[in-house]
Structures are given as structure tokens and as C-alpha cells.
């Protein structure tokens, strides 16, 4: 089927003014709320729904998995000298407990009474969490050794970088029966993967809500969000053998009905390729008001993929004329048939030819397309030299289709408009202005003023799109372009 399109002839910043410009309701980005089950899901299937950033069930998750099954006590038998986190323990100090110990799996654990949260569900026993990938007084060496070396990865993990990562990510959750974790949102800035390996276990997940101050982003550690900002989006009930993917941002609560062995046992694990692109670049000016922004964990890792430059290369401005002569070298340097539109081949070629060196791929001087952006990624492994370019193909590939993905987006058309790669670079330049003056103010003892400096942000530039385009705005206008056609 032929796809029709045009190049308009207004300038960027007409366009942009002209549009009607807003952030896509969660109902109409991510098509309902049912969490779609699959079997036997095709690599192409598979990154194609993690680009779009929309949870999801794999039934077969744990087919020829010898882990799937494990017992508490099985764990309890094989690893008794490695630690585990009692969650929800009360008090400022972290309670650890032994693995080697049987009342962790025996005897319940009251927790503090979740139906005195608002919108959380009644549950009494508190979890117990395993970060075997943090080693230390949890997993010493030859234990962390024992179990990345006991650890399968189910089928669709592929590749050399994303098997690397879901093996050191993986961490164990045990939970007895009639027990929760209460709503949060992770500091992962990738996709995460949550394997049932024992029992059943309900889930209820929601986006992050969308904030236009950073006083109204919710607590996103557990049980912060209860409240009026709790509104549940999806549920769904994982059953043993099955996985969730799930995704930054995504808060998500579990229970562990009783309805299940005395205790259940999950395991937790991320990938890094591909991201999900179009999710991100929905919803980037909520995900800067957001602990991933905040706390500071993801901006660096995504910013590429809207301004096609390394990591901290891009200096955010609101000057019109600035990010027009941006888009205009970025125009020239990747349309080579100079038709109006980037296609796939030519943003290919253009990311294969980039040569500033990564700062965490400098032992091989790796290309910032071809690497990672931080040695966090390697925990304490180092690849050896014959993964190196293996890893590295992998990563420019998942970077030139996750970068379309991010861009060609009003439409997706398989093709990116040079209004789209405006748009693109315009919200991710007044997003990052906004923050950096609210994080000088910050770093300057002035949280009170943050408010106030976002208010007149936003007034300002409702006023310069209003007198552009002489129509109505609202706040939603400054930052995001109407997104259309989603699933195609």
C-alpha cells in the first residue's frame, strides 16, 4: 500500500505554530486498557511493542526454563549464605535477613496495614527482595557466580548486549501468600522484565500522571502515589511461567493472592535494546518532572534520540533562530536526496558515520552510536575483546531504529519529516531549558521560586505561540506536537 506524503512549504516554527499541539491521552497512546497475552512472539513482534512502550503479557515466558518451579526452600537450600532485603521492615535502617534461615518462607510478616493507603489494596505480609546483582553481603562472589550461572533467559532475550544485561540485573522477589508491594515506579531508565517463577501474582499498573509543575509529580517510591493520584489504568494477573514487560515511568503494584503455594517466587530482570522510543517521546516534558529526571538517572542515556548528537552535546535554548539553524544543519548533513524527509537508510548512514568516541567506550574507541553511555551497564563484568564488536553492531542497529522510532512520530510513516525532526528538537530544547533553570535555583536554595520560574516558562511561550498563531493554546502546546496513529 502506497503511503502518501507531503512536504509543507511554511517554515519549522510556522509549523510548529500552526499545529494543534497537545500530549496524547493515555487511552489514546496506548489503544485501552487490556494487557495484551502473547505466545511465541517474533523478535520483530517483540521490539516493536517494546518501542511503542505499552506493558504486556508472554504466556511461554518460561518454557525450558529449569528455574521456573523453584521453591522458597529450594533457594533456601542452595544459597543459606546470601542476604536478602526484608521490605517494609519500619525504621531508617535496612533489615537484612539470611537466606539460610526458614522463617522467611515459614512465618508470616505483618507489614503496615495497606488498607489504611487510600486506593491500595488490603494485604498483611511484606515481601523479601534478593538483589543478587548488587553482590556484597547479598551475593558474595561465588554465590553471584552460582546463580548468574544457574540463570536461563527466556527466548526472547537476543543478543549479545541484552543477554549480558538480563543476566547481571536479575534480582528475586519471595513472597508468602496474602502479600503485596505497594504502587512505585522504578529508577530504571530501560525495560524491565518480571518472570513468574513460582505461583500467580496480580498486577495493577498505571502511567505516570501528567504534570505541568514538578510541586504535582507524585512520590514515586512505595506507596507514594496512593491518593487521589492512584488510578489503576491496567491489571492482570501473572501466572507461573509467564512474564511482564513493563517499562520506565510505569507504576505497578503486585499482590500475591491466597490462592498460591505458601510462598511464591519471581524474578526481575532488564534489557536494554530496543527502548521505547515512542513512549519516551510522548511523554518526555512528564518524564523531566519525574524522579528519572531528578534524581538523574535518564536524561543523558535518552537525549540522543532527539537530538542526534552525543550525550551532553546539545545546549538546551527557547531562541527560535537557534534550533531553526539546528534542524537546518541536521536537514543537510542526513537528507541526501534533499526531498524533505529522512528515511531509514539515511539516518542509517548517517549515525554509521559518526566518530566522536563514547566516554564509557574509550579502551575501544567506540563511536557514542556503537556504545553505551555508562559502564553502569557492566556492573563488575568487562567484556571480552571478541563481544566488543558484536555488542557494538547490536547497539548501532537498535540505535538507528529506535531513533526513527522516536522521531517519525505525526504520522508514523516509516519516514521522518523535517517538521517532525523540528518538533522533536524544539520539545527536548524547551523542556531541558525549563529544567536547567529550575535546577539552578535549586542548587542555589531557592525550591520556593521553582514554581513561579515554571509558571512565567510556560505563560511566556503560550504568549509567543499565541501571537504566532493566533489561535487558542493551552499549556500542553508548548511541548508536545498531536500524536496520530499510534499502533501503525
Known amino acids: 500500500?502506497?503511503?502518501?506524503?507531503?512536504?509543507?512549504?511554511?517554515?519549522?516554527?510556522?509549523?510548529?505554530?500552526?499545529?494543534?499541539?497537545?500530549?496524547?491521552?493515555?487511552?489514546?497512546?496506548?489503544?485501552?486498557?487490556?494487557?495484551?497475552?502473547?505466545?511465541?512472539?517474533?523478535?520483530?513482534?517483540?521490539?516493536?511493542?517494546?518501542?511503542?512502550?505499552?506493558?504486556?503479557?508472554?504466556?511461554?515466558?518460561?518454557?525450558?526454563?529449569?528455574?521456573?518451579?523453584?521453591?522458597?526452600?529450594?533457594?533456601?537450600?542452595?544459597?543459606?549464605?546470601?542476604?536478602?532485603?526484608?521490605?517494609?521492615?519500619?525504621?531508617?535502617?535496612?533489615?537484612?535477613?539470611?537466606?539460610?534461615s526458614k522463617a522467611w518462607f515459614e512465618k508470616d510478616r505483618p507489614q503496615r496495614a495497606l488498607q489504611d493507603l487510600p486506593g491500595s489494596l488490603a494485604a498483611t505480609n511484606a515481601p523479601y527482595v534478593w538483589h543478587v546483582k548488587d553482590g556484597g553481603h547479598e551475593a558474595p562472589p561465588e554465590v553471584r557466580a552460582a546463580v548468574q550461572e544457574a540463570w536461563q533467559p527466556p527466548y526472547f532475550v537476543r543478543g549479545a548486549v541484552n543477554l549480558r544485561e538480563a543476566n547481571e540485573s536479575a534480582e528475586f522477589w519471595f513472597h508468602r501468600r496474602n502479600g503485596a508491594v505497594m504502587a512505585h515506579a522504578d529508577t530504571y531508565c530501560i525495560p524491565a522484565v518480571s518472570l513468574q517463577i513460582t505461583g500467580q501474582k496480580h498486577w495493577r499498573l498505571m502511567p505516570h500522571p501528567k504534570v505541568h509543575f514538578s510541586r504535582d509529580a507524585p512520590e514515586p517510591h512505595d506507596g507514594g502515589i496512593y491518593g487521589a493520584d492512584w488510578l489503576p489504568f491496567w491489571e492482570a494477573t501473572v501466572q507461573q511461567g509467564e512474564a511482564i514487560v513493563f517499562f520506565p515511568n510505569i507504576f505497578h503494584e503486585t499482590h500475591v493472592p491466597e490462592d498460591n503455594p505458601e510462598c511464591t517466587v519471581a524474578t526481575t530482570f532488564q534489557i536494554q535494546l530496543p527502548i521505547p522510543a515512542r513512549y519516551l517521546r510522548a511523554y518526555l516534558p512528564t518524564f523531566a518532572m519525574s524522579h528519572l529526571y531528578y534524581e538523574g538517572h535518564c536524561r543523558d542515556l535518552w537525549d540522543p534520540y532527539a537530538t542526534l548528537r552525543p550525550p551532553k552535546a546539545a545546549k538546551a535554548t527557547t531562541k527560535e533562530a537557534a534550533i531553526e539553524k539546528e534542524h537546518a544543519s541536521l536537514v543537510a548533513s542526513i537528507d541526501d536526496d534533499e526531498d524533505g524527509f529522512i528515511s531509514l537508510e539515511?539516518?542509517?548512514?548517517?549515525?554509521?558515520?559518526?566518530?566522536?568516541?563514547?566516554?564509557?567506550?574509550?579502551?575501544?574507541?567506540?563511536?557514542?552510536?556503537?556504545?553505551?553511555?555508562?559502564?553502569?551497564?557492566?556492573?563488575?563484568?568487562?567484556?571480552?575483546?571478541?563481544?566488543?564488536e558484536e555488542m557494538q553492531a547490536e547497539l548501532l542497529k537498535a540505535r538507528i531504529q529506535d531513533s526513527m522510532a522516536y522521531l517519525d512520530c505525526c504520522p508514523a510513516d516509516g519516514f521522518v519529516s523535517s517538521f517532525e525532526l523540528f518538533s522533536a528538537l524544539r520539545q527536548w530544547h524547551v523542556v531541558h531549558k525549563r529544567l536547567q533553570a529550575a535546577e539552578r535555583l535549586r542548587l542555589q536554595g531557592k525550591q520556593h521560586k521553582v514554581h513561579k520560574l515554571e509558571l512565567d516558562f510556560a505563560t511566556k511561550l503560550l504568549a509567543k505561540l499565541f501571537y504566532q498563531s493566533k489561535l487558542n493554546s493551552s499549556i500542553d502546546d508548548v511541548f508536545l506536537p498531536r500524536f496520530s496513529h499510534w499502533q501503525q
Open 1 to 100: 500500500m502506497a503511503i502518501w506524503r507531503c512536504s509543507l512549504s511554511h517554515t519549522p516554527s510556522q509549523q510548529a505554530a500552526w499545529s494543534h499541539w497537545r500530549s496524547p491521552p493515555h487511552h489514546e497512546f496506548f489503544g485501552g486498557r487490556s494487557v495484551e497475552r502473547l505466545r511465541q512472539i517474533s523478535p520483530n513482534d517483540f521490539d516493536e511493542r517494546i518501542r511503542l512502550g505499552k506493558p504486556f503479557i508472554i504466556e511461554d515466558a518460561g518454557e525450558n526454563l529449569d528455574l521456573v518451579g523453584s521453591t522458597c526452600q529450594q533457594f533456601h537450600e542452595r544459597f543459606p549464605s546470601a542476604k536478602m532485603r526484608a521490605e517494609y521492615s519500619g525504621g531508617r535502617r535496612e533489615m537484612f535477613v539470611s537466606l539460610g
Open 346 to 388: 539515511e539516518l542509517e548512514a548517517f549515525l554509521s558515520a559518526q566518530r566522536h568516541v563514547a566516554s564509557a567506550g574509550r579502551l575501544w574507541a567506540a563511536p557514542w552510536p556503537r556504545w553505551f553511555y555508562s559502564e553502569d551497564y557492566f556492573y563488575d563484568w568487562r567484556p571480552e575483546s571478541s563481544l566488543v
